[in-house]
């Protein structure tokens, strides 16, 4: 997804009550304003397999998965934002009862060329601040590739899941994500 930025700069709360009467979707990075465009249809099929396998993987757990409309608070000394990440996976019962998520447990982001640098960068910044978060989980558009960032003693550690045969292991979410379920119906490139 592409954005485009607005050039007023809001208060959190403002964010907050323009959003909930908004027919769009908009991110909110430290009082600016972006609001969101479009999806492919790769990212789209991507994102319908992702939510259909972590709805019937976590039904009757504790955790509960979120599509695209659920959005994450990050709070960091650097600012405030609002991101609506493509999935969450959220096990925290205190984090319940508003349009946002503080604490998710896995977060989820479609890759295009588009959305690299901000996922990559600024949104894996304020994602890495998130207490509690067990995995930052990007899958590329293009092709069958998955990245997993998780939380160690010494920091970040790096895992990657290459091809349609490949499984994505969330063992601390109790999931087992084949690519090729993940990618079924999306022509990927050769």
Known sequence: ???TAFTDHISVEEYI???ARSAEKH???DGAVYAMAG?????????ANLLGMLYGQLRGKACQPFGSDMKVWTRTAQGQCFYYPDAIVS??????????REKP???FEIISEDTRRVDEREKRFMYFSIPGLLAYVRLEQARALVVVERPVAEGWITEHSMGLESILE????GLSLP???LYERVRLQS
């Not at 205190?94 to 349009?99: A, C, I, K, N, R």
């Not at 969330?170 to 979410?173: A, D, G, M, Y």
């Open 170 to 173: 969330l063992p601390e979410l």
């Open 105 to 107: 447990s896995a977060i």
């Open 17 to 19: 009550a323009r959003e």
């Open 91 to 100: 096990c925290d019962p205190t984090d319940q009862g508003h349009d946002w």
């Open 1 to 3: 997804m592409s954005v």
């Open 39 to 47: 999806a492919s249809e790769a990212h789209n099929t991507i994102a």
């Open 179 to 181: 690519l090729a379920e």
């Open 27 to 29: 991110d909110y990075v």
